[in-house]
């Protein structure tokens, strides 16, 4: 024990270490010697060496903070990695948007402006078919606000096929009634009809609520009214069809001809659409409303708007990545629209650089997912670099910590969410996780 503990290096002979400038100027003397102190304490414990104390206390300083993770899952919408990866686009304009901006000011006059307002121009514009539009923080609240304002104390008409469990234990018809709207229930899990919706309607009904089952799908004998009908239902009733959509597609996506999308939605008579910010359409984590321009109003008045109000960086991202879905450099729609070819292409030449290495790996094909909960079922032909399972733990650990696949006994780097560019980071990530 004594003796470990005269082996133990003193605080200050770590702290004159070149290794620990940078970390003293970024955190300061007082953190970084909190750090050092407790690899001394686990070093007396005999949890690490002597000789560990400094990689051990820098270690502790680099695990602050989010690390950033290449996403080689094959899933373009990871909910574990965070979702949507934004535009390089929406990056620039988040640093802006850091600092003091424009944000609630109008410059050429002096005088307070509307809140966000050319990020909700640019949203408007690219969803022509909406009378008005909305942001609040998530989808979750975009139905939040909605079932507040249009049901509160009243109900809300909802198939029983809808009642969707959105992932970590987070349930729609949950989150609805915490509102205090009661739900009314109609048809059966795996039909429903209008007849249902038109039976169900009467004084006590606040709105009609069609929700997109986006993570899973009944097949067989299943049906419910689609946005058409059930808006015929609604208009003769006299109440808002409120429709979530999930996916944030907003215009209709060839690729996924099962997901719906707002434009669509609206055309077909939805009065109001709800969806999120960073799933398909690839940006900031943000619920969007859209839709008839009297119930857009009188969501954006509704007090508890304020508390559900998406905050400057959210407002500069989306903008931004509202830009690069037509102005090119999107993520997500660059990984949804990979050439499966080009994919191989880029697998083969890794595999090969890596077997080059001495590292034995194989060019492989694969199949990638959308994954967020939107689109079960569709898979995307994709090509992987297949390396020995056993690589998967140190790749999670590297600097940039790297996410695999593991499959039949191989670790599987799906390159259809992997840019392009990303390629030599990878294989240089490979050959340090090999040593
Ligand atoms: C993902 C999803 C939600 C929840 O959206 P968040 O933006 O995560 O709050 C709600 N409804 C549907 C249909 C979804 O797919």
């Not at 990695?81 to 600092?99: D, F, S, T």
């Not at 969806?275 to 859209?290: N, T």
């Not at 629209?337 to 080059?356: I, S, Y």
């Amino acid at each position: 024990m004594t003796d470990i503990r005269r082996l133990i290096p003193r605080t200050d002979a770590v702290l004159a270490d070149p290794d620990f400038t940078a970390p003293l100027t970024k955190f300061g003397r007082a953190r970084v010697k909190a750090a050092v102190n407790e690899a001394q304490r686990l070093a007396r414990e005999g949890v690490i060496t002597p000789d560990d104390v400094p990689a051990a206390a820098l270690a502790a300083l680099a695990g602050t903070g989010p690390r950033r993770v290449v996403n080689a899952t094959g899933v373009l919408l990871h909910t574990n990695l965070g979702r949507a990866p934004l535009p390089a686009a929406a990056v620039e304009a988040l640093a802006v948007a850091a600092g003091t901006t424009d944000v609630e000011l109008d410059l050429a006059t002096g005088r307070r402006g509307r809140r966000g307002r050319t990020a909700l121009a640019a949203l408007a514009a690219a969803v022509p078919g909406a009378g008005a539009v909305h942001l609040v923080n998530n989808n979750a609240a975009a139905l939040v606000l909605a079932a507040t304002a249009f049901a509160g104390g009243k109900e809300i008409v909802i198939s029983r096929g809808e009642m969707v469990e959105i992932g970590d234990g987070f349930r729609l018809p949950d989150l609805l009634v915490s509102t205090g709207a009661r739900l009314r229930e109609v048809g059966t899990t795996n039909r429903t009809s209008v007849d249902d919706y038109a039976a169900a309607i009467g004084p006590e009904t606040g709105f009609v609520l069609k929700v997109h089952p986006s993570n899973y799908r009944i097949e067989g004998f299943a049906g419910t009214p689609g946005i058409a009908e059930l808006a015929g239902v609604c208009r003769e009733a006299g109440l808002p069809l409120v429709a979530d959509a999930g996916s944030g597609l907003l215009r209709p996506e060839p690729l996924l001809p099962d997901e719906p999308d707002a434009a669509t939605w609206l055309k077909e008579g939805a009065d109001l659409v709800t969806a999120s910010g960073d799933k398909l359409l690839g940006g900031p984590q943000c619920g969007l409303l859209l839709g008839r321009a009297d119930l857009v109003e009188r969501l954006r008045r509704h007090p508890l708007a304020r508390a559900l109000r998406v905050d400057k960086l959210t407002l500069a991202a989306l903008e931004a990545t509202l830009t690069a879905l037509t102005a090119g450099g999107h993520p997500v729609a660059d990984a949804l629209h990979a050439d499966p070819v080009r994919l191989r292409r880029r697998a083969r030449a890794l595999a090969a650089r890596l077997t080059d290495a001495g590292i034995p790996a194989s060019a492989v094909d694969s199949e990638a997912r959308v994954g967020g909960g939107s689109a079960p079922g569709v898979t995307l032909a994709s090509a992987a670099v297949a390396l020995d399972e056993a690589l998967a733990g140190p790749l999670r650990e590297g600097d940039p910590a790297v996410l695999g696949r593991v499959e039949h006994g191989r670790c599987l780097l799906d390159l259809r969410t992997v840019a392009e560019t990303g390629d030599d980071e990878l294989f240089a990530v490979v050959v340090a996780a090999c040593r």
